[in-house]
């Protein structure tokens, strides 16, 4: 199907979809497609979704439809248009060259005497061969190369799908004990220090429908919006007066805040403060490492603003904050110092590196999982993916202020997940369910604190 001027917020176009049975058919189910849903996550290695189509001819047995398909699928939102990003190669989403993999046959529904409602799910064929390797071998040298060497090594993943790269500043030697690729490559995230963002520790490995990605989340943050979105303001007018699809696409349609406050949570997750204690076997020594998040707050790249999401205020009966308990969260380790057995003096590889990379980088994990999060929904655009960074512009809902904007829910966000729905039918339609973050405020939070005094009389009652 050729592209179109966009006639609507929401349109898409599906160029293809076909089954790729064992039994080497191609069967073209692009006209009997009622409902696909695709679900990207920068916490999850692949991608995943499923479709729902109308079966006319039995294909489930007569095909067979087993769980063992490859799906040829290709979308994409019919603009050509520089803000849409159509003329770009990464605004469609391509699954020809490289099929999905089916792998369940959900229950088949009669819908009447001549048809049945078939759904099936599908992945990567990444995340497939994931499940049938393990990796034993060692490798040294950068951890975003050794990435790649994992994804691309026909062994393993075999992946020839795109993949995007933050560099790495550290070099590393390790030995992959007879572990799965995508747990590999977890632990090169564990380990890795970016070369671009004051090493930060913040590294994740996800797949969206544009290709994998290995990054941190400093540089994620560091990206420049890709959508701004406005709340409620539908059927926007173009200059002509008449109603102006692309403007529509920035409208959002619904929206909620999810609850994530929880400070005890938090302290205990090592959020605000931790302690790591090293035994270093080589010297017979013990040494701590406290963290601190305020202290470290600079260090990190953020998503909007300059302040923190905690107060900075002290409790009245131990003059202290959040970020002055490290004994909520004590992480204990092992190294060997600077003791490599290397035949020269320089040994450019470095050990596990905690110090640098544990009490960090589980904070900075925290802050996206407890920080503002919203949950939206906005007309769909093949563009968008989880990663990307939007400014979401939200109206002030409180009459206490003179601002036109929620200062709190304003601003970048990260975009976690994603779900791109495309219903067809009598009103087919592109919807885009989100779930974003951000990790810092414009304005600190009050930080004075709660004044009181502990007077109660501390009697002991025998009963």
């Known amino acids: 199907m050729a592209k179109s001027d966009l006639q609507f917020a929401g349109e898409?176009?599906?160029?293809?979809?076909?089954?790729?049975?064992?039994?080497?058919?191609?069967?073209?189910?692009?006209?009997l497609l009622e409902n696909i849903n695709i679900y990207e996550d920068i916490y999850s290695?692949?991608?995943?979704?499923?479709?729902?189509?109308?079966?006319?001819?039995?294909l489930v047995l007569n095909a067979?439809?087993?769980?063992?398909?490859?799906?040829?699928?290709?979308?994409?939102?019919?603009?050509?248009?520089?803000k849409l990003h159509n003329d770009d190669e990464t605004s469609v989403i391509d699954y020809v060259t490289t099929p999905l993999q089916v792998y369940k046959i959900n229950t088949v529904t009669g819908?009447?005497?001549?048809?049945?409602?078939v759904s099936v799910n599908f992945t990567t064929q990444e995340s497939f061969r994931n499940q049938i390797s393990r990796?034993?071998?060692?490798?040294?040298?950068?951890?975003?190369?050794?990435?790649?060497?994992?994804?691309?090594?026909?062994?393993?993943?075999?992946?020839?799908?795109?993949?995007?790269?933050?560099?790495?500043?550290?070099?590393?030697?390790?030995?992959?004990?007879?572990?799965?690729?995508?747990?590999?490559?977890?632990?090169?995230?564990?380990?890795s220090n970016s070369k671009q963002h004051k090493e930060a520790p913040s590294y994740i490995f996800y797949e969206t429908t544009k290709g994998f990605h290995f990054r941190s989340i400093d540089g994620l943050c560091d990206q420049e919006p890709s959508m701004v979105y406005k709340e409620n303001i539908p059927n926007q007018l173009s200059e002509k007066g008449t109603i102006d699809p692309v403007k529509n696409l920035e409208t959002i349609t619904?929206?909620?805040?999810?609850?994530?406050?929880?400070?005890?949570?938090?302290?205990?997750?090592?959020?605000?403060?931790?302690?790591?204690?090293?035994?270093?076997?080589?010297?017979?020594?013990?040494?701590?490492?406290?963290?601190?998040?305020?202290?470290?707050?600079?260090?990190?790249?953020?998503?909007?603003?300059?302040?923190?999401?905690?107060?900075?205020?002290?409790?009245a009966r131990t003059q202290k904050s959040l970020v002055d308990y490290p004994d909520t969260k004590l992480y204990v380790s092992t190294t060997s110092a600077t003791k490599h057995f290397y035949e020269t003096e320089d040994y450019?590889?470095?050990?596990?590196?905690?110090?640098?990379?544990?009490?960090?980088?589980?904070?900075?994990?925290?802050?996206?999982?407890?920080?503002?999060?919203?949950?939206?929904?906005?007309?769909?655009?093949?563009?968008?993916?989880?990663?990307?960074i939007i400014e979401l512009n939200i109206a002030a809902s409180s009459s206490d202020t003179e601002d036109k904007l929620d200062k709190q829910l304003s601003?970048?966000?990260?975009?976690?997940?994603?779900?791109?729905?495309?219903?067809?039918?009598?009103?087919?339609?592109?919807?885009?369910?989100?779930?974003?973050?951000?990790?810092?405020?414009?304005?600190?939070?009050?930080?004075?604190?709660p004044q009181y005094s502990n007077t109660g009389s501390a009697e002991r009652i025998d009963v």
């Open 254 to 315: 619904e929206m909620s805040v999810l609850s994530t406050k929880d400070t005890i949570y938090n302290m205990s997750e090592g959020f605000y403060s931790s302690k790591l204690r090293v035994h270093d076997l080589y010297n017979k020594t013990l040494k701590d490492y406290d963290f601190n998040y305020l202290e470290n707050f600079e260090k990190d790249t953020h998503t909007d603003g300059k302040s923190p999401i905690i107060s900075k205020a002290t409790d």
């Open 12 to 31: 898409f176009l599906v160029e293809e979809c076909k089954l790729l049975t064992t039994k080497g058919l191609e069967i073209d189910i692009t006209n």
């Open 111 to 117: 819908v009447n005497d001549s048809a049945l409602l």
């Open 411 to 449: 601003g970048k966000h990260l975009v976690t997940t994603i779900r791109h729905e495309f219903k067809m039918g009598a009103d087919p339609r592109h919807q885009i369910y989100m779930e974003t973050v951000k990790d810092s405020l414009e304005e600190e939070y009050p930080s004075s604190g």
């Open 64 to 82: 067979p439809i087993i769980g063992e398909e490859k799906l040829s699928l290709k979308i994409q939102t019919p603009q050509q248009s520089p």
């Open 45 to 58: 290695n692949a991608i995943s979704g499923d479709l729902l189509f109308k079966d006319t001819n039995n």
């Open 135 to 191: 990796i034993s071998q060692s490798y040294k040298g950068d951890p975003a190369d050794i990435v790649e060497k994992i994804l691309r090594d026909q062994n393993y993943l075999d992946s020839t799908r795109k993949l995007f790269v933050e560099p790495t500043a550290n070099h590393v030697k390790m030995v992959v004990p007879n572990k799965k690729p995508f747990t590999t490559i977890q632990h090169l995230c564990e380990i």
């Open 348 to 388: 450019p590889y470095q050990s596990d590196n905690l110090e640098k990379t544990l009490q960090r980088r589980k904070s900075r994990m925290r802050q996206f999982e407890r920080g503002i999060k919203l949950q939206i929904q906005v007309p769909g655009q093949t563009y968008s993916q989880a990663g990307d």
